[in-house]
């Protein structure tokens, strides 16, 4: 099992410019989510999906935008990069939210 | 609305004692208590979970306590070495089903 595995490790973009970070897992984890994590604030939901073609809103979704189309795949877009975008973004799986979350290696996203 | 507060913000302790991280939640439809310990690069990883059928769950030297009445459940690090040296949050799930973390802890332990 590779278990969650996060796309790419580190990226640096312009205000403005859209990119789509990739999270996919072999766990067949239903429950699938993103975070940004920032200094001092910990680890703040982004959106979540609880199955395949259903997502909802987290703490912290403007911005961004999530579709679940398989069971496997959860990516995150960033529609016009700000710098207060700038983050490190971790993707989650588990079989519910009350099982264990498994989490991606993360990706460091800068925007100048 | 900060739904869990976790405390203290650092820590410090000496090789050999006891480490305590404590977390106070707020929304009584939480029934999963996690601890997730997160080294410098990495995400974080499940350390230890409670459910609130007890109070109390031990794993080596590691011990989740957890108090119903005062919404509060703590996480004990016992003869802490310094290779416990991490971040630590507290989480636990509300009635939407989403996952809400504590801020985190960061835990030096002095050789």
């Known amino acids: 099992n590779a278990g969650v595995t996060q796309t790419p490790k580190f990226q640096v973009l312009k205000t403005g410019q859209s990119m789509t970070l990739q999270c996919a897992q072999d766990m067949n984890h239903e429950y699938m989510s993103w975070y940004r994590q920032d200094p001092g604030m910990g680890l703040r939901l982004i959106h979540y999906s609880v199955g395949a073609g259903i997502t909802d809103q987290g703490e912290v979704p403007n911005g961004y935008n999530v579709s679940r189309s398989t069971t496997e795949d959860f990516p995150l877009r960033l529609l016009s990069a700000a710098p207060s975008q700038t983050s490190v973004y971790f993707c989650a799986s588990s079989y519910s939210p009350r099982d264990e979350q498994y989490f991606g290696p993360g990706t460091r996203l800068t925007v100048t | 609305q900060q739904q869990v507060k976790q405390s203290p913000q650092s820590l410090i302790v000496q090789k050999g004692g006891i480490s305590i991280i404590n977390c106070a939640y707020e929304?009584?439809?939480?029934?999963?208590f996690p601890w997730y310990q997160q080294f410098p690069g990495k995400g974080p990883a499940l350390l230890i979970a409670i459910r609130p059928d007890v109070s109390e769950k031990k794993e080596g030297r590691f011990t989740i306590s957890f108090n119903k009445s005062a919404k509060q459940f703590s996480l004990h690090i016992m003869d802490s070495q310094p290779g416990d040296s991490a971040t630590y949050f507290c989480?636990?799930?509300?009635?939407?089903?989403?996952?809400?973390f504590g801020k985190g802890t960061r835990l030096h332990i002095l050789p």
């Open positions: 989480a636990g799930p509300d009635r939407d089903d989403k996952i809400i």
């Open positions: 929304n009584t439809a939480f029934d999963y």
